[in-house]
């Protein structure tokens, strides 16, 4: 069972930048993967994802501020997350899309304003 584990979180200043990491213990091969954000009392939500074939798309709430990308032995999936606003702050998860193998642990993220 391949294992997910999520870096990069922190508390920023509203308007400041990030950068999630995710490894996973084994290549991802084809999957499409996401990165999903939970805040409280709130289901986990995608927020981007990418392909296979290295298209992504993302919520319209991240749009033109945040961009997903891998690496070339599909082991990391990043997030740069740009202009971050307090409606950003939540736990970053990483996962399929859909998700099939078990949650990692996540990440914090706090956009304070």
């Known amino acids: 069972q391949v294992q997910l584990v999520e870096s990069g979180g922190g508390l920023v200043q509203a308007g400041g930048s990030l950068r999630l990491s995710c490894t996973a213990s084994?290549?991802?091969?084809?999957?499409?993967m996401a990165w999903y954000r939970q805040t409280p009392g709130k289901q986990r939500e995608v927020v981007a994802r990418?392909?296979?074939?290295?298209?992504?798309n993302y919520d319209e709430s991240v749009k033109g501020r945040f961009i997903i990308s891998r690496d070339s032995i599909r082991v990391t999936v990043y997030l740069q997350m740009s202009s971050l606003n307090t409606e950003d702050t939540g736990v970053y998860y990483c996962n399929t899309a859909p998700p099939f193998y078990s949650w990692g642990q996540g990440t914090q993220v706090t956009v304070s304003s």
């Open positions: 084994l290549s991802f091969g084809f999957e499409t």
């Open positions: 990418i392909s296979d074939n290295g298209s992504t």
